[in-house]
């Protein structure tokens, strides 16, 4: 089966954007750092860097081995007389793979960064309760299994991305910037981890309370936003690329529709929590701007800019709704906003391409045998792909990764003691604290 | 409660996946496939009231 080819100059941007991409892990990382207490500053930080480590490593040894490429062999299952692409057979450890510019070979290098940028989501909703070494073994899991299996199904010709071949259902599950594939499952990932958790000690009182534990860090959570947002411009630019067959010119779109689906999603939260609260709240206003990076993932190469101003602004209102249903409804203590930024916004970017979607030329994300049907298939009914992605996702993913979370955690504890809780993370489990300089939170060691 | 929820969850992604395989009528299969999310959206209800935190272990 033929991968689509690309020409040198498409294989040396792609690089350039690729190498952006750890930009919007970096950003995410200062994110959570600063959205978190300062006592588990440094914890987090730490956890970050250990996530991405665990992350390449893990997905070297077989997480690219299961998700493989667009016409990588594969395990085909045959139901009703139609092949069902649902899991790669590359080799482990990248063995028999040429690093010779081949779109495979940049694929790889690509995923590389986004696994340890998803790994990173579900560290926001743990924050201030979570073992480093219950995070990192999560982590594997993650990098290895849950994320391969469904980035297979749609950046590897899976079943998700052949529903327009197959079935003639739209172009198949379309999601170029990763909106499903990195921040749902990574969102989805952060549920059941704070499911597991349980909240925070103080978080809920008796009296049906709720009281804000703010962050500790604004200035680190919006310098956060600034660097994701040069981060996901690469993101979504070499998605699209290697994901949908992009040309190299739709990259000035996808960059503006990046932009602009943050600043109005950003806009938007602070409209709103000016609104609500009489003066615009920061923290909430920065979860609103990567809601919107976090929606425009999915469409960025197929609306044009008035779209992506709408889609970022429903992102924004939808992530600053959920968040406070969340916290205040459904008891869900999610320090960094990861379940609403990255589940709920990316659910509505993914919905959103249906929506909104205009495809002016073929969307080449199946192997390349396919691609005359899918060039000349019946392509109505993309809502319906995006909504089966959306069934897949939480359907699947959620039940998959909260069972093997449990897992993990039955044999491995997630939730830090209570005297460790009390005590910060950086003390309990690094032995230091972020800032030794100054004297926060002298009551802490006192006996209770 | 928890268990069922997470059944339901599996449940109405099987009738979405059966939708697909078994209509080639776009508006059967549409309507099947949002009865498979009618019924995650229930799985989902009773995942999160399920982890309601009981009133005795909040402190």
């Avoid at chain 1, 045959?78 to 899991?87: A, D, F, M, T």
């Avoid at chain 1, 409804?329 to 959103?352: F, K, N, Q, T, Y």
């Avoid at chain 2, 697909?20 to 995942?47: K, N, Y």
Wanted: hydrophobic fraction near 55%.
């Amino acid at each position: 089966m033929p991968a689509p080819r690309l020409t040198e100059v498409t294989t040396v941007a792609c690089l350039f954007f690729i190498f952006l991409v750890p930009l919007a892990a970096a950003g995410l990382a200062l994110m959570n750092v600063g959205l978190g207490r300062s006592r588990s500053a440094g914890h987090m930080m730490m956890a970050s860097l250990s996530a991405l480590a665990v992350a390449a490593l893990a997905y070297f040894v077989c997480g690219f081995s299961w998700q493989g490429f667009i016409g990588s062999p594969a395990h085909l299952l045959n139901i009703s007389g139609k092949s069902w692409n649902w899991i790669a057979a590359e080799p482990f450890f990248f063995r028999k793979f040429s690093f010779d510019g081949s779109p495979g070979s940049v694929a790889a290098l690509f995923q590389i960064f986004c696994v340890g940028f998803a790994a990173l989501i579900p560290l926001g909703s743990g924050a201030d309760r979570w073992r480093l070494r219950a995070s990192c073994l999560s982590t594997g899991i993650l990098a290895a299994l849950t994320y391969p299996l469904f980035a297979h199904w749609v950046w590897g010709g899976g079943w998700l991305a052949q529903l327009g071949v197959i079935y003639g259902i739209g172009r198949g599950f379309l999601d170029v910037g990763g909106a499903g594939s990195i921040q749902v499952l990574g969102g989805l990932t952060a549920l059941a981890v704070t499911w597991i958790l349980g909240p925070r000690r103080g978080k809920y009182s008796a009296d049906g309370m709720a009281p804000a534990i703010p962050g500790h860090n604004t200035v680190l959570v919006l310098f956060g936003c600034v660097l994701a947002l040069v981060g996901w411009i690469g993101l979504n630019s070499a998605g699209a690329i290697l994901f949908a067959g992009s040309e190299l010119s739709g990259a000035a779109l996808i960059a503006i529709n990046t932009m602009l689906a943050a600043s109005a999603s950003a806009l938007t939260a602070a409209f709103i929590t000016k609104i609500r609260f009489g003066k615009p709240d920061a923290s909430l206003t920065a979860n609103g701007w990567v809601g919107g990076l976090v929606a425009s993932s999915a469409s960025c190469a197929f609306v044009s800019p008035a779209e992506a101003v709408v889609i970022g602004s429903i992102a924004g209102a939808i992530v600053i709704f959920s968040i406070d249903w969340l916290e205040l409804r459904m008891e869900v203590d999610d320090p960094g906003g990861s379940v609403s930024v990255h589940a709920v916004g990316g659910i509505w970017g993914l919905l959103a391409l249906g929506v909104f979607g205009q495809f002016q030329r073929p969307v080449l994300n199946v192997a390349g045998d396919s691609l005359p049907a899918a060039i000349n298939g019946i392509a109505t009914g993309q809502w319906l792909a995006q909504l089966i992605g959306v069934a897949t996702l939480v359907g699947f993913v959620l039940p998959l990764t909260y069972g093997v979370n449990r897992l993990l955690n039955r044999f491995y504890p997630f939730r830090v003691s209570v005297e460790g809780e009390r005590q910060g993370m950086d003390l309990h489990e690094l032995g230091a604290g972020a800032y030794p300089e100054f004297v926060t939170h002298t009551d802490e060691f006192l006996p209770r | 409660m928890k268990a069922v929820g997470f059944l339901m969850l599996l449940a109405g992604w099987f009738l979405v996946l059966a939708a697909i395989v078994l209509f080639a009528s776009p508006s059967l299969r549409a309507a099947f496939v949002l009865a498979g999310i009618g019924v995650e959206t229930l799985g989902l209800v009773l995942v999160f009231r399920s982890h309601l935190i009981p009133r005795e272990e909040k402190k």
